[in-house]
């Protein structure tokens, strides 16, 4: 354990100290939003990102130790364990150099190399190996012997020579030297299968295509990869197949004669036949899990983006789910997001239907006091915003919504739990009314998979992704907090310290005994310990709870804590969150003790400030530009409003408003030179851009945001709860944070 704290604190840069007890308190079962929040004295308040990042490393460390073990125990039992070897196993510090040194003894199917040992020509490849000024053919007829296969000098010559390839394939300081030209000097070549060409019109791009292994971006390496699997591509990577040569002879040709010619034959047939498919192999796979773990990066930041998307909050909404000739399906939700009202309407079928449709709007509109009313993005939904605008509502917000894998939550068994005896389209219609009003509340229910905001989401590792995905999403909903008594279990499932079971007990003790009134309750719900009530109890919520404290994120064990700073003050808890003088004239250093420091005692004067302040965003209304709401509409030259709704490495795709997202190529976004698109965007950013390119055919649309960089909006504003609803329809520029999944990645990186 001591040296995994040296070790990781080097590679972090922080201190051992710090890393112990991020350990301790990991492996006591704390998760690493709790240990952030609430363990800052103990980790010297290393953020999650750090926290995170220390879980992954010690468990690759101990990946690690396991298979040395393992290594050690194999060559134990083949009785070939040295005391030079065993050191070479015990300083390996990465699982590629492990196996490096254990390759040569690692148990193989029979090779040619083996055969030849069979014939027991190995003292033959050993005496050619040290290249004496021998003459090979008649060194070589001393092994030719009929019973075993050895007829002629030639063929205990080729033997000896298959005995050397496999050698110099299976060293590991050669391994070690061609990976690294592999790496620095390897070009993938991918080129059109046969008679392919029409079939694989979509990788036109790549069927005469060359380029560096070290510079190849994630989105080409993961798009040629996919074109193989498809076969229409014929992908290689190598090196320039001389300085590989040239390598294996600086390594192993050690004179200029009969024996050192015998050993180049073995270097050239070695590096054909088996060191260039393994470092293929090798290469394959190691450039594959770069490119998963960037494209996961830029799925998670999106994914991120989206899910702290501002929130509307609880207003009386009505949600139509857009359609042509099958119609709208119109819901009306109350302030809890609970189902009032469906039905459909019919307003681009004919007069006589629209008008159906426009008295059927006003009506429910009225009778439900509606406050806004959420469109969804598809098919039908801009002509259906501009049906809607017409009608002119008093004080109607009208908000498009990105329908994005509400069809997945439709068909679920969330849904069909939640709405037995609903079609999938109004639970359709539910769940976009529903994003409007708490975006991470109502995308914790769908796959994150399906939500649209990654890049090449199916061909990566998928239990890295998930991994990934489900680290961003407790960090959203942890950074929030939840509503005790209105949450789903889905979105409880992601609180620190619960999960599914234990989620469903709090619904299930919720519909029995009502509303939680108390934090402590929660320990009278089944299955509900002690440890995972200290776990998940600071990020629960209850408003209007008799403690005020239960509103807030300061943790129940520093209730009393609170308690004696407001009897100090000779006032109570409310007085302290009223007063923001009394809150000032509190010397906090009176009351740091051992467990509790400036740190905590910080964040609970920060929360007693804010009790329970959502850190999004005020939510803004956006409208599209009237008049354009088809790709056909687009002209050269056009500028209009946009959201961003997917982030990659080439670039940011944005939703005009015409049914097919336009792509903002990295050159286009920003006049300065930028490498990551997130470096000036984030998902669900409202923008302007310039149309410069519409194919109609193709359904491509380029645009360009360096003209608009000055005449954007300052950012947005924190949400506060407290403050009333105000819509605005101006669009807004906001500086992206550097989140979790990118820190993760940076550190990510000091490992390999």
């Known amino acids: 354990m001591e040296a995994y704290n040296i070790k990781i604190a080097q590679e972090l840069a922080i201190g051992s100290k710090q890393v112990s007890a991020t350990i301790s308190l990991l492996d006591e079962g704390a998760t690493v939003p709790f240990i952030s929040r609430y363990r800052k004295e103990l980790t010297g308040s290393l953020d999650e990102v750090q926290v995170a990042a220390i879980r992954d490393r010690v468990q690759q460390l101990r990946d690690l130790d396991k298979r040395r073990e393992a290594i050690l125990k194999s060559l134990t039992d083949m009785g070939k364990l040295t005391p030079e070897l065993e ?202 899990k770069a490119a998963d773990e960037e494209a996961i990066r830029v799925f998670a930041e999106n994914a991120r983006q989206l899910l702290l998307g501002a929130p509307l909050g609880q207003k009386r909404i009505m949600a139509i789910d857009p359609g042509f000739r099958t119609g709208c399906k119109l819901v009306c939700l109350d302030e809890q997001g609970k189902l009032l009202e469906n039905t459909a309407i019919y307003p681009h079928t004919g007069a006589g ?66 709405f037995p005896d609903k079609d999938i389209t109004v639970r359709g219609a539910v769940s976009i009314g529903r994003r409007l ?32 995905l489900d680290d961003t999403v407790i960090s959203c909903v942890n950074a929030v907090g939840v509503e005790l008594n209105t949450a789903s279990k889905q979105i409880l499932a992601y609180v620190s310290g619960l999960g599914p079971t234990l989620a469903q007990n709090i619904v299930e003790y919720r519909n029995t005994n009502g509303a939680f009134k108390r934090r402590d309750q929660l320990k009278k719900v089944a299955r509900l310990g002690d440890k995972a009530y200290e776990q998940a109890a600071g990020f629960l919520r209850i408003r209007g709870a008799e403690n005020p404290l239960d509103a807030s994120a300061v943790h129940p064990e520093r209730y009393a804590l609170v308690e004696q700073m407001a009897r100090d003050n000779k006032c109570t808890v409310q007085d302290l969150i009223r007063d923001s003088q009394l809150r000032k004239s509190i010397p906090l250093q009176r009351y740091v003790s051992k467990t509790v420091g400036l740190p905590t005692l910080n964040d609970i004067m920060a929360e ?77 950013q409202r923008v302007e851009v310039t149309v410069t390119e519409v194919d109609v055919n193709r359904k491509r649309i380029s645009l360009s945001m360096k003209e608009n960089e000055k005449r954007e909006a300052p950012a947005g504003k924190p949400r506060d709860n407290k403050q009333p609803f105000k819509p605005q329809s101006k669009p807004t520029r906001q500086e992206p944070e550097i989140d979790m999944a990118s820190k993760l990645a940076a550190l990510r990186n000091k490992f390999k």
């Open 608 to 684: 007693l400030a804010k009790p329970g302040r959502d850190p999004r965003e005020q939510f803004e209304a956006f409208s599209f530009t009237e008049g354009v709401n088809a790709i056909s509409d687009l002209k050269v030259g056009m500028k209009l409003p946009g959201i961003v709704t997917n982030i990659t490495n080439f670039g940011a795709f944005v939703d005009i408003g015409v049914h097919q997202d336009g792509l903002v190529h990295l050159s286009q976004i920003t006049n300065r030179y930028i490498k990551d698109p997130n470096e000036v965007l984030k998902v669900h």
């Open 353 to 418: 239907q629209t008008k159906e449709a426009e008295k059927t709007v006003r009506h429910l509109f009225a009778q439900y006091n509606i406050e806004a009313i959420a469109i969804g993005n598809g098919t039908a939904g801009r002509e259906t915003e501009l049906f809607v605008r017409n009608l002119n509502l008093p004080n109607a917000v009208i908000v498009m919504v990105n329908e994005s894998g509400a069809s997945i939550y439709s068909a679920s068994e969330v849904a069909r739990e939640e």
């Open 437 to 468: 009003m708490d975006p991470l509340a109502e995308l914790v229910k769908i796959d994150p998979k399906s939500i649209g905001v990654g890049q090449y989401q199916h061909d990566v590792d998928q239990n890295k992704l998930q991994t990934s």
């Open 87 to 288: 050191h070479q196993v015990n300083s390996a510090e990465n699982m590629v150099q492990l196996e490096d040194i254990y390759l040569p003894y690692r148990p193989k199917r029979k090779t040619r190399a083996t055969t030849a040992r069979e014939k027991g020509l190995q003292p033959l490849a050993d005496s050619l190996l040290e290249q004496k000024n021998l003459n090979t053919e008649q060194e070589a007829s001393k092994y030719t012997d009929a019973d075993k296969g050895v007829n002629t000098a030639e063929e205990a010559l080729a033997g000896a020579r298959d005995i050397i390839a496999e050698y110099i394939s299976e060293h590991a300081e050669t391994r070690a030297k061609m990976r690294q030209l592999f790496t620095e000097k390897g070009v993938f070549e991918s080129r059109v299968a046969p008679g392919k060409e029409a079939e694989g019109i979509k990788y036109k791009d790549y069927f005469e295509w060359t380029e560096p292994v070290k510079s190849a971006p994630s989105h080409r390496v993961l798009a040629m990869r996919r074109g193989e699997k498809e076969e229409i591509l014929w992908l290689d990577i190598k090196p320039n197949e001389e300085d590989a040569i040239d390598l294996l002879e600086r390594e192993f040709v050690t004179a200029n004669n009969a024996a050192s010619a015998q050993v180049k034959l073995a270097i050239a047939d070695g590096y054909k036949r088996l060191l260039k498919p393994s470092m293929e192999t090798e290469i394959r796979l190691q450039t594959k």
